[in-house]
């Protein structure tokens, strides 16, 4: 077989959708897998849903996935145009090609005759203008009456395909549609265009959604009325974000963009899409996108609709978080550091060395931290921790040994005010984490923090500390 091409087309109608993203992805480990090349195509013949800046986008969010494309409208390539728009030449040409074959033709009905149509219950196209003369035809070319171009889908058959995933598809061509092909300003239609694009630039393996499984033997049809071999296919199944909707824009944080924004890292996105629709033989979960395209198996891609987990992606961004250099991770969490309460108002380095191992996704980072710049009463009963053998009684003990301990420690470092507070864990004949557990909730009021009692006493600061203990006390004192 010749080189493996596949390519990713999306219309430049809003930001990247993980869908969408996902669909690329698959494209690009195939390619590369099979050591063939991978195509972005831009598809803009839609121009009333085009919006400004978007393929601007597309490529930045490729390219920033690592999901670099061999050609490209940016960079490239020996069958640019890689924009639909600037083919449109091409499509006219085939689309009269078409119709010298009796595969096509033309269709002069105004809306209000389709509207009449579909008022009269016609689920599609009656052929209405195939019965037209070449004279009458002629005649309302040169009026400059407004028309489409139709495809001819033979009215009884059977059109069959085989897809990778899902074996052999037969549609009755009873229920394909004349659809359009070329639109009324002079534009292709989605269904015309990626046959005739796909052909010329070389395209061999088409990957795309299941909802196209069924429109696929229209596209074949073309295919075969210009005498072209017809591509592999392999069909995806949708996203879902529950059981019975699927994970659309509508959704709100369904882009690419909006999940970077949130505070995930561009190789977890990747790495979590990868497993929607597909799966390892090896079941591992976590992949470079070298190991990716070295895993990577049309075997592996599921026929059943994948749901979006967040809880899940959350995780494996965790995983990348915590592998993060740290000066890297530092970098990236200086900007939500900054957007926190606690705003250099600590040292970001000790900060960070406290939280990496501790958040699941950047934006946690201010929720984490905010409680170092507000100290405000809590609920008593965070002391209360069976695990630890904690209680308000333990704390009401302890809280005073502790800011009497404090107050004597010169050197405020972790280690020192780790020894010293477990050495009134055995002074007292307590377990050390009667001692650490009742201290850190009185300097946090919180369930959970990143870092323990003396390592949150240190990042506080001597005067801060002492100060916290004081009001917690405060607190336990004036509770029977």
Known sequence: MDTIRTRFAPSPTGYLHIGGLRT???CY????KNNGKFILRIEDTDQARYVEGTTEIIYANLKDAGLLYDEGPDVGGQYGPYIQSQ????????????IEQGDAYYCFC????????????????DKHCLSLSKTEIESKLAQGVPYVIRQNIPSSGTSTYTDCVFGEIAVDNSELEDNVLIKSDGLPTYNFANVIDDHLMGINVVMRGTEYLSSTPKYNLLYDALGWQRPIYIHMPPIMRDEKHKLSKRDGAASYDDFIANGFLSQAIVNYIALLGWSPKSNQEKMSLQEM??????????????IFDLTKMKWLNSLYVKELPFEQFVQMATPWIDKSMVAGKYDYDKLCKLIQGRIEILSDIPDKINFLAQFDSYNLQLYVNQKQKSDIDIARKVLPLVKRTMMGINEWYNDTIYQQLCQIAQDSGLKNSQILWPTRVALSGQQSTPGGATELAELLGKDESINRINKSIGMLDMTP
Do not use: M
């Open 293 to 306: 395209i070295e895993l990577f198996n049309i075997e592996g891609i599921s026929r059943s609709p994948s």
């Open 87 to 98: 083919r449109k030449a091409d499509y006219l040409k085939y689309a009269r090609i078409l």
């Open 24 to 26: 690329a992805l698959y």
């Open 110 to 125: 105004d809306k209000d005759r389709l509207e009449q149509l579909h008022q009269q219950g016609a689920t599609k196209y």
């Open 29 to 32: 480990l195939y390619a590369k």
